[in-house]
């Protein structure tokens, strides 16, 4: 059965999620406010119905293209950003998977991210699926 995804728009994200464990996500998204292309965000949502449990999907704004912010146990597990980008929060021992397998990290927002480029000519497609129930699995093992 696939799960409908609870979408949130307008608020805070800081209201949905445990604000010290996502000090770096939440630090960088006040600092850059990035925007979301409908292509990656509707990419990372697919792969989130189609594999996750509990979750849900924040923007400040959907229909202004707006980040995409995948929430589950709250804490953010990934994002949509910019043109073709979709970004992973991942346990360590995943790191050198995602690098090897095209994903390079994301310091910018913190050092357990990764960043995977959707849509590059003469690549193979990333397996975005794979990474969010990656990602997911990850933060619902996060303890509170």
Not at 41 to 54: M, Y
Not at 61 to 71: E, G, I, W
């Amino acid at each position: 059965m696939t799960q409908r995804p609870n979408l949130i728009e307008g608020d805070s994200l800081a209201e949905y999620v445990d604000i010290v464990r996502n000090q770096d996500v939440l630090a960088f998204l006040e600092r850059v406010r990035p925007s979301c292309h409908s292509d990656n965000g509707a990419v990372l949502l697919n792969a989130a119905i189609d594999k996750c449990g509990e979750w849900i999907a924040f923007s400040p704004s959907f229909k202004n293209y707006r980040y995409v912010a995948l929430v589950t146990n709250r804490v953010v597990f990934a994002l949509g950003i910019g043109q073709s980008s979709v970004y992973f929060r991942l346990p360590d021992r995943l790191h050198s998977t995602a690098l090897a397998t095209g994903a390079v990290p994301a310091n910018e927002i913190g050092g357990k991210w990764v960043s995977i480029e959707l849509f590059r000519s003469e690549w193979p497609d990333p397996d975005v699926p794979f990474w969010t129930l990656r990602a997911y699995s990850a933060a619902r093992q996060i303890e509170e």
